[in-house]
């Protein structure tokens, strides 16, 4: 509970009225919960604000922390491959995350991930829901269990309901799936490969729900 009132949320930081631009701007200051003491910047969301889909993940990675834009690491790659994989496009497509700033912990030289707690989750929301009013996309996409259940609640199994249609106000095509760093932790070739497949199958199920539209 202390840790929770510690964590005013990041509500009194956004912009009255706000673009894109301006949210951005303004997120580059919050300081709606402690992560942003230790993390390089704020990452926020990217992609145009035409954009049909938008995908949220958990939070910027290590190199999405030095270069300020997510999805720029190594599971950004395999989310890269995925789309083309099913002709959707990063230019037709906002990426964001439910946590703005990196959070870890230092092992030598190295900076670990490490899971965002339910209250910098909930601090961080508001941005995302921000983005979302803003973009108003067609489909909107979580990536792994922090950002369905960032979003769909605590209930909410990836494993059990990803690659389908979930009813939700949020947008008219609300799916989740895995994120693409879990495919990275495969622990071989063979399972990393399935583990591709099962998510290059999960876009293909929402590549076809747009193109029904
Ligand atoms: S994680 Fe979110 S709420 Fe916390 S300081 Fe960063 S932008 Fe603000």
Redesign the pocket.
Known sequence: MAARQQ?P??EA?LPEKHDLASLRRA?AE???????VH?TQ?VFGEGTVKARVVFVGE?PGDKEDRAGRPFVGPAGHVFDKALEAVGLDRSDAYVTNA???F?FEERGKARLHKR?RPG?IR??R??LMAELQTVQPRALVLLGATAAQAVLGAEFRVTRDRGRPVPSELAPIVMATVHPASILRAADDAERERAFAEFVADLRSLKRLLDAE
Do not use: I
Not at 30 to 36: E, T
């Open positions: 964590e949320g990041a930081f997120s919050c300081q709606g919960c402690s992560l942003y993390a704020t939070q946590v703005k700033h959070k965002p910098e601090a961080c508001p941005w």
